[in-house]
């Protein structure tokens, strides 16, 4: 039975991961995954409606499910279906709570008091739960209506922030301007489709169209100042003023270009199109599909809804059929959810090398292999998927990187735990995925991660050879470390470091610093010769490179140190774990700093993360440094 | 062997003075790195990297100390100690040779960053669409240009650099009929009119726009955005006295004109000018952006150069990550301005450029080397063990 073990765990595992490539099922009757995955253009990107679902959900508050903490069961079955209530059915979406409030100075300021904070639940036993902290006790989302009261004051505190640098705001300035920017985003949402005070758009556009040539024909007289119906000009012009404001608003731009455009990247928002219709005389279908397509959801039709989605879906594959199939591809990897998927395998295959240093090494040690190997395998699939929707190379901003550097180092630990076969690779592993899985989830909340490349990254030559380069330096860099912190970790707490798993573990951190070393000098090189070529210089001083510089030099000391011997196991392994410190610095440090040529995306609350993080490296630095009669494994 | 030169020896040879280097230099890295902040760029490469030491000033007082090595110390001692080390240790073994040729890219390295440092030039080149720029303008070094204007087919021009000029007192110059004096002096000033500030204190200046103008110091800034603007009063002095007192600013964009001898002549303390043997029209400047957003795409100049001598005339399209190269220098899209009506390149002289490449092939060669010796090694051991 014990034996089987492994494989059992292989097996579920897989069918788990396979079960999550199933289509989507619709919650009702309406098919809202194929409405999710109807292709739109934002931030310059072709898009499945799914996809802004869920980055404006995360933008907005933090996660994708849409809930509300007192009530079991979240209120829209999918971001999908949230998105089609805030297009088509406002007034609805208005009750969500979506709006994230932290900071308790910004929820005075929007009036909500403790009493909207407060949950009460209605059974002794949750209140109980709540007592200690397993339910949560007060709300921190809250709904639009909440908000709407405030939104003058709002704007008003935020543009008194504004003037103040970015760096130098204080937290409620910062807080102010989030939420600014978030309440704007759903406005935004909202007249992407229709105007949000319209109670039947449809009816409205029908009866603009109907008013539509007489219109004209008065703005046209009155132009040359002749004489015109001065109701129908007075009409013409408050449709204009609303259609105007819907252009301005819009964050979808839905409409795609006309046949006889040349630039397939053409799209049009609802407003321009609306606008186009006072020269062409009549009101674009594609406009016309999405009110019909909003009033069917409204009046809860499922037949027509399910019907005007394929039709629009039929009409566009005509000029857009390999978009609709990224499109439809994004939207099953979005539900898919790999990297999420992977983080809960890490988790467990790290849990599971661990106890099989306790009990059963082999066996448990094989099922950590293999978690490993299938979380590797759907983090590979991911990013595979990544690259082809957006057509570059792995890395393209922080983000991205964060999921390389644990696919680097994820796939070291394999090779490692293939050759030694002691689980420390697989506990490795799970430890780096888990944790760059888990940098890369806090680093997605402020938006689309298929981000458009800013003009001087716009290259696919140097992106994938000297970013990928360097980034594995980083994740060799960082495995060394972690090789090293299990080496003092297990040594100094634990009685089961033996000589030879002392010896088995030296030989894979020098290795694998030889390995970093390599690739870290090649990936600065390679930096440099991009400068050259682009800039006319080699080097520049930025602070990125002076990092990549700092993890080169860091790993050339160790191997000089350890070659001339001026240290042994526990000094290369102390100077390993400070690799960690050096990797981080270059890796977010430096793009705190906000300037230079790298400073792509500045954030402050990492920073303290990152002071964490480099103090517990120092403090384990520090306990290796006690006397080996304190440690518990070399004690004779 | 004498036991002092032996042990002179032994310090330079030694692996400890290595890690001691390089421990130092990524202190001096990061610290420099941090400093950015403060000094901006160029700032840090000249109080960091591009000396022997790292002044610093005792509180109180004006006095420099050192307090850091600098990157020339640390540069240099590395190279010695690589050097010194190689030749001490070389043998001619198959299995030393990846470290060897890794060690002699490093040395390459580390002697073309000395080069570059000591010989690379930086300006740019600002054209507006149509217009034509046969000169590039340095941001960081200014000089005081005298021009003789009297010839309408050319013009005879007299250049001081400003740390000359900052030195203070006279200049005489062989094709000067006068001598310039320094009155006064301001790294950066802002200049306004006196009229907006009555209470100024009174000009030196007595011709040209100067005794209009009220100068107020600044603070030197180092970031990267901005720019030093000095600004100088001079007295011309001819054999007959004196012929008044300038101010002089690159902020004053046009010349101050004034006849002297017979002859006209004009007086400007200007950016530092780059004159090239060929000359640049800008054709089209265009920015583009993703639809819908307002993030660039692409920033592209199209540009006809044109050569002095006759023979090169063509259109060369810069943009993103394709710089032109022309002459030695490099010319590559850094800015635009006015609503993408001007294009700014910039343009630069790097003759030790070829240095890095070869140093990075010798050290990919080397370290790849010595990584397949290794892992053949391992895996040689592994098989033989099990």
Request: proline share 6%; net charge positive.
């Amino acid at each position: 039975m014990k034996r089987w073990l492994p494989i059992l765990v292989l097996l579920l595992a897989a069918g788990w991961l396979a079960s999550s490539l199933r289509p989507q099922k619709n919650p009702g009757a309406q098919d809202l995954a194929a409405f999710g995955r109807l292709p739109v253009l934002v931030n310059g990107r072709l898009k499945p409606l799914d996809t802004v679902a869920r980055t404006s959900l995360l933008v907005m508050q933090g996660r994708q499910r849409v809930s509300d903490p007192a009530n079991p069961g979240p209120l829209v079955a999918t971001p999908a279906e949230w998105l089609a209530d805030v297009l088509f059915n406002p007034a609805k979406a208005d009750t969500y709570p979506t709006f994230r409030i932290d900071s308790p100075d910004l929820l005075t300021l929007m009036g909500i008091t403790e009493g909207d904070t407060r949950i009460s639940y209605d059974s002794a036993a949750k209140r109980m739960m709540a007592l200690v902290g397993f339910l949560p006790s007060s709300r921190s989302r809250f709904t639009f209506k909440q908000l709407e009261p405030k939104l003058a004051e709002l704007d008003r505190q935020a543009q008194l922030a504004e003037p103040t640098e970015v760096q130098l705001r204080t937290p409620f300035q910062k807080a102010v301007i989030q939420l600014r920017d978030r309440v704007l985003l759903y406005q935004r949402l909202k007249h992407s489709a229709q105007t949000p005070d319209s109670a039947d758009f449809l009816s409205e556009l029908v009866q603009f169209q109907k008013a539509l040539p007489a219109g004209v024909a008065a703005v046209r007289a009155r132009q040359k100042g002749e004489p015109h119906d001065t109701d129908a000009f007075k009409a013409m012009m408050t449709m204009a003023g609303r259609y105007d404001f819907m252009d301005k608003m819009g964050y979808l731009l839905t409409v795609p270009p006309a046949s006889d455009e040349p630039n397939p990247t053409a799209w049009k928002s609802v407003g321009h199109a609306l606008l186009e219709a006072f020269e062409g005389g009549s009101i674009n279908p594609n406009v016309m599909a999405y009110a019909a397509l909003g009033r069917a959801y409204r009046d809860q039709q499922p037949t027509q809804f399910n019907e005007i989605v394929r039709l629009y879906r039929d009409q566009l594959a005509k000029r857009f059929t390999p978009q609709l199939r990224k499109s439809d591809i994004e939207a099953r990897f979005n539900a898919a959810e790999p990297f999420y998927k992977s983080t809960q395998l890490y988790a467990i295959a790290f849990l599971l090398a661990i106890f099989s240093w306790l009990k059963w090494p082999a066996v448990l040690g094989r099922g950590a292999f293999y978690l490993t190997l299938l979380a590797f395998i759907a983090t590979t699939a991911g990013i595979a998927t990544r690259m082809w929707l957006e057509g570059r190379p792995p890395v393209t901003n922080l983000y991205s990187s964060a999921l390389f550097v644990g696919w680097g180092s994820v796939g070291l630990c394999l090779i490692l735990e293939k050759i030694y076969r002691n689980a420390i690779g697989s506990v490795a592993a799970g430890v780096i995925g888990f944790v760059t899985l888990l940098i890369a989830h806090h680093l997605s909340l402020s938006g689309d991660t298929l981000e458009m490349m800013r003009a001087v990254l716009d290259t696919n030559l140097w992106l994938a050879t000297h970013v990928v380069v360097i980034t594995i330096g980083y994740s060799a860099t960082y495995l060394a470390g972690f090789l090293a912190l299990i080496y003092i970790v297990r040594g100094l707490f634990t009685r089961s470091l033996d000589p030879a798993t002392a010896d088995a573990l030296t030989r894979m951190v020098y290795g694998i610093v030889c390995f970093a070393t390599l690739f870290s000098l090649v990936g600065t090189v390679l930096g440099g010769i991009w400068a050259d070529q682009s800039w006319g210089r080699f080097w520049g001083w930025d602070p990125k490179e002076n990092g990549a510089l700092l993890i080169v030099i860091w790993n050339a000391i160790i191997l000089h140190c350890r070659w001339g011997g001026l240290v042994k196991q526990r000094g290369l392994m102390c100077l390993a774990v400070f690799g960690n410190v050096i990797t981080s610095w270059s890796w977010f440090g430096t793009n705190m700093l906000g300037i230079g040529l790298h400073s792509y995306g500045f954030m402050d609350a990492a920073f303290w993360w990152l002071l964490a993080f480099v103090a517990t490296q120092v403090a384990v630095i520090a306990l290796a440094l006690l006397p080996l009669e304190k440690w518990r494994s070399f004690r004779v | 062997m004498h036991p002092v030169i032996r042990q002179f020896r032994d310090f330079f040879v030694s692996l400890k003075l290595t890690v001691v280097l390089l421990a130092l230099s990524s202190i001096l890295i990061f610290w420099a790195t941090l400093a950015q902040v403060q000094l901006g760029i160029w700032g840090v490469q000249e109080k960091f990297f591009h000396t022997l030491f790292v002044l610093g000033k005792i509180p109180g007082t004006d006095l420099p100390v050192p307090v850091f090595p600098g990157g020339y110390f640390l540069g240099g001692l590395l190279l010695i100690n690589l050097l010194a080390a190689h030749i001490y240790r070389f043998r001619l073994e198959w299995k030393k040779a990846g470290i060897q040729l890794t060690h002699l890219g490093l040395i390459l390295l580390l002697l073309g960053e000395l080069v570059t440092s000591l010989l690379q030039v930086e300006s740019n080149m600002r054209i507006e669409e149509g217009g034509t720029q046969h000169y590039s303008e340095s941001y960081r070094i200014n000089e005081l240009a005298i021009l003789d204007t009297t010839n309408p087919g050319f013009n005879e021009v007299v250049a001081i650099p400003e740390a000359v000029l900052a030195d203070g007192g006279a200049i005489q110059h062989p094709k000067l009929p006068f001598q310039v004096r320094l009155k006064d002096y301001y790294p950066n000033a802002a200049l306004q009119l006196r009229e907006g500030l009555p209470n100024a204190a009174p000009s030196l200046a007595t011709v040209g726009v100067g005794p209009r103008i009220a100068v107020t110091p600044l603070r030197l800034t180092y970031k990267q955005d901005e720019r030093n603007a000095p600004a100088a009063h001079l007295e011309l002095v001819g054999p007959q006295g004196s012929l008044g007192t300038w101010l002089v600013s690159p902020i004053l964009s046009a010349p101050q004109t004034f006849d002297y001898a017979g002859r006209t002549w004009e007086i400007a303390l200007r950016f530092k000018r780059y004159y090239h043997p060929f000359n640049i029209t800008l054709l089209d400047f265009a920015h583009d952006r993703y639809p819908g957003t307002e993030i660039p795409k692409n920033f592209s100049s199209r540009i006809r150069l044109k050569t002095d001598d006759g023979r090169g005339d063509r259109e060369v399209l810069i943009f993103m990550n394709n710089p032109l190269r022309h002459a030695g220098l490099t010319f590559y899209q850094a800015s635009f301005e006015r609503g993408d009506k001007v294009s700014i390149l910039q343009v630069v002289r790097n003759p030790g450029w070829v240095v890095p490449y070869v140093s990075c092939i010798i050290m990919g060669l080397g370290l790849l080397l010595q990584f397949s010796i290794h892992l053949v090694g391992f895996i040689r051991r592994r098989a033989a063990t099990t």
